[in-house]
């Protein structure tokens, strides 16, 4: 099947230190990310804390990395990570761009290890694709939405976890208010939530952004 566009978002559930947006540091950052065409953006980012008299807001400003473009970006709160990118290139080299701009950032938000991984790949299909699922899925012409979902329990030797394996599919038509029929597949390798010790290194960013290739690719 001939995809469009494949949105990849990868995310690292951890302690961070978000990039500061004093002057000094975004030249910095700007030098720093070029390679990759990534530019520092300021964002203002709401933490909420509670305390005995009630509850706290704070206003912080921090630095996002955008693409001209606007299809690849990545953020960096205090406990998450998450990079994203609309691209058509192979799997091999969206992850290889990904573990060489966290090397080089790790300093910068006091990275060490994570908790949890995980990355979700979603994929828009054409017209002739969705004329394909209907039939596979025996939609008849009065369905005009339907939506699969499904998850598997996988061990992923790579990084010697257990991980979960959701793979989603989403149909929506344009009578059913869709500005045209749209069909997309979300496929989301993550590890599991119930363990929440920091304990995955970059390397291990990196076996686990391999195996969970394998998913990926085979849907």
Same mark, same amino acid.
């Given at each position: 099947? +001939?995809?469009?566009?494949?949105?990849?978002?990868? !995310?690292?559930?951890?302690?961070?230190?978000?990039?500061?947006?004093?002057?000094?540091?975004?030249?910095? !950052?700007?030098?720093?990310?070029? $390679?990759?065409?990534?530019?520092?953006?300021?964002?203002? $980012?709401?933490?909420?804390?509670?305390?005995?008299?009630?509850?706290?807001?704070?206003?912080?400003?921090? /630095?996002? &990395?955008?693409?001209?473009?606007?299809?690849?970006?990545?953020?960096?709160?205090?406990?998450? /990570?998450?990079?994203?990118?609309?691209?058509?290139?192979?799997?091999?080299?969206?992850?290889?761009?990904?573990?060489?701009?966290?090397?080089?950032?790790?300093?910068?938000?006091?990275?060490?290890?994570?908790?949890?991984?995980?990355?979700?790949?979603?994929?828009?299909?054409?017209?002739?694709?969705?004329?394909?699922?209907?039939?596979?899925?025996? &939609?008849?012409?009065?369905? !005009?939405?339907?939506?699969?979902?499904?998850?598997?329990?996988?061990?992923?030797?790579?990084?010697?976890?257990? !991980?979960?394996?959701? +793979?989603?599919?989403?149909?929506?038509?344009?009578?059913?208010?869709?500005?045209?029929?749209?069909?997309?597949?979300?496929?989301?390798?993550?590890? &599991?939530?119930?363990?929440?010790?920091?304990?995955?290194?970059?390397?291990?960013?990196?076996?686990?952004?391999?195996?969970?290739?394998?998913?990926?690719?085979?849907?």
């Amino acid at each position: 099947m +001939k995809n469009n566009l494949e949105h990849i978002q990868i !995310i690292l559930t951890g302690k961070f230190t978000p990039l500061s947006a004093d002057p000094l540091n975004l030249l910095e !950052i700007s030098t720093l990310f070029q $390679e990759f065409h990534l530019f520092p953006k300021e964002v203002m $980012e709401q933490r909420i804390e509670f305390d005995p008299n009630g509850q706290k807001v704070t206003l912080i400003k921090s /630095l996002e &990395l955008v693409s001209p473009n606007q299809l690849s970006a990545l953020q960096v709160r205090s406990d998450m /990570l998450v990079y994203e990118t609309n691209t058509n290139d192979l799997l091999d080299d969206v992850f290889s761009t990904f573990i060489k701009i966290l090397t080089k950032v790790e300093k910068k938000i006091n990275f060490d290890k994570v908790s949890r991984l995980g990355i979700i790949q979603t994929k828009q299909e054409i017209e002739e694709s969705i004329l394909t699922y209907k039939k596979d899925n025996n &939609l008849s012409s009065e369905i !005009i939405e339907h939506r699969n979902r499904v998850v598997l329990r996988k061990k992923l030797e790579s990084i010697s976890e257990l !991980i979960n394996f959701v +793979k989603t599919s989403d149909y929506i038509s344009k009578e059913a208010g869709a500005p045209q029929n749209i069909l997309n597949y979300s496929y989301d390798v993550n590890t &599991l939530s119930d363990k929440d010790a920091p304990r995955f290194n970059i390397i291990d960013i990196k076996n686990f952004l391999n195996g969970a290739s394998k998913f990926l690719l085979e849907g």
